[in-house]
Structures are given as structure tokens and as C-alpha cells.
Nanobody, 123 residues
Framework: QVQLIESGGGLVQAGGSLRLSCVAS????????MGWFRQAPGKEREFVGG???????SYADSAKGRFTISRDNAKNTVYLQMNSLQPEDTAVYYC?????????????????WGQGTQVTVSS
């Protein structure tokens, strides 16, 4: 069993920054690639970005240039640094893990999910 716990969400003004963390516990050897997704009210869950075990990263167009994903394998932790936040970034942010080494961009490609953390950006 794998547990993923996100933290770092909150309320921020437009133009501000937040750093989300996702800590994995349990059978962490089951996880290689990690992804960040978000879901706004009334919308489908969407890919934000991901990082492979070797730290290769992929980002959605909406995240490129503003968001940065990193990982500390020794701490079983993945980070999502979000800069220049805008109201349209408001959503519940989820981290996800999968056994494969490469990043997947679809939610169904991930086996393990955190409970999510709310990010609200005010205008």
C-alpha cells in the first residue's frame, strides 16, 4: 500500500507563489514517476506536470514557465513550485504516483493518489 499526502495549499493573491509538497509512505518502491493534477469545480481533473524517477519533467502548457516540479527521492517527496499564480489556477491539487518510470499525462495512468490540497488565488 502507498499513501500520498499533499500539503502547502492555501489562499494567495494573484501574482503570488505557493509550494506544494507530496510525501509518499508505505511501499514507496512501487512508485517511479509522479504527477501533479488539479481539478476546479465543475471541471475534469487535468494534468499539471510530472517528474520521472530520473527527474525528467513534463508540464502542461498552462504550467510552463510558471510551475516547477522537483523531487527528493531520499525523502520520498515531490514538490510543485507555483509562481505568478492567477485566479484560473484555483483548484484542488492532487499528486499521483505510478510504477512506470516515465510521466503519464492522463489521470487513469496513475495508481496512487493523494487526498488533494486546495489552492485559491484571489484577484
Amino acid at each position: 500500500q502507498v499513501q500520498l499526502i499533499e500539503s502547502g495549499g492555501g489562499l494567495v493573491q494573484a501574482g503570488g507563489s505557493l509550494r506544494l509538497s507530496c510525501v509518499a509512505s508505505g511501499r514507496t518502491f512501487s512508485i517511479n514517476a509522479m504527477g501533479w493534477f488539479r481539478q476546479a469545480p465543475g471541471k475534469e481533473r487535468e494534468f499539471v506536470g510530472g517528474i520521472s524517477w530520473s527527474r525528467s519533467t513534463s508540464y502542461a502548457d498552462s504550467a510552463k514557465g510558471r510551475f516547477t516540479i522537483s523531487r527528493d527521492n531520499a525523502k520520498n517527496t515531490v514538490y510543485l513550485q507555483m509562481n505568478s499564480l492567477q485566479p484560473e489556477d484555483t483548484a484542488v491539487y492532487y499528486c499521483a504516483g505510478r510504477p512506470l518510470r516515465v510521466v503519464g499525462i492522463h489521470a487513469h495512468e496513475y495508481n496512487y493518489w493523494g487526498q488533494g490540497t486546495q489552492v485559491t488565488v484571489s484577484s
